[in-house]
């Protein structure tokens, strides 16, 4: 049964990988034939009002437990920023983002667990009463061929 608390698939990663083996991954993984490429064009962002922060996941379980594939931290000048994960194997993804008003580097919400900071999902997947949605509602197939678009509009 759910509860009332607000959770937000996006906090920090159980075990960060260090930014060379970060670059490392993405080279290796992008010299595969497979290798696909999401691009997302995130708005209704709020110009130089703190950092977005976007997260990639690459399965249903995966976001259920909030293990990140790929993260991307973008200090916005405009309301609308583009994002590009690439290197990626054929599958389904899910990217959830956030923007950091308050500049804490965490996902602000009330003591009762609700949103105080504007957040968003792909496919401009909604939120339901009590959580996320679910990652079928979010996920876009990368097939490798063509790169997969997607939009996430920020709540206001």
Do not use: H
């Not at 959770?7 to 060379?20: E, G, K, Q, S, V």
């Amino acid at each position: 049964m759910k509860t009332a608390s607000w959770t937000f698939p996006f906090r920090r990663a159980r075990r960060p990988m260090a930014p060379a083996a970060m670059v490392l991954a993405s080279f290796f993984a992008a010299a595969g034939a497979d290798a696909g490429e999401l691009r997302a064009t995130v708005r209704n962002v709020k110009p130089q009002q703190g950092k977005l922060w976007v997260a990639l996941y690459e399965s249903a379980g995966a976001y259920a437990a909030d293990c990140r594939f790929a993260g991307q931290i973008v200090d916005p000048s405009g309301p609308e920023v583009a994002v590009m994960f690439t290197g990626l194997a054929p599958g389904r993804y899910g990217l959830a983002a956030f923007q950091d008003l308050n500049g804490d580097s965490t996902f602000g919400k009330t003591m009762l667990g609700l949103p105080t900071e504007p957040y968003g999902f792909s496919r401009d997947a909604k939120a339901g009463l009590f959580g996320p949605p679910a990652f079928d509602a979010l996920a876009v197939t990368v097939d490798g061929a063509a790169v997969a678009a997607t939009t996430i509009t920020l709540t206001d």
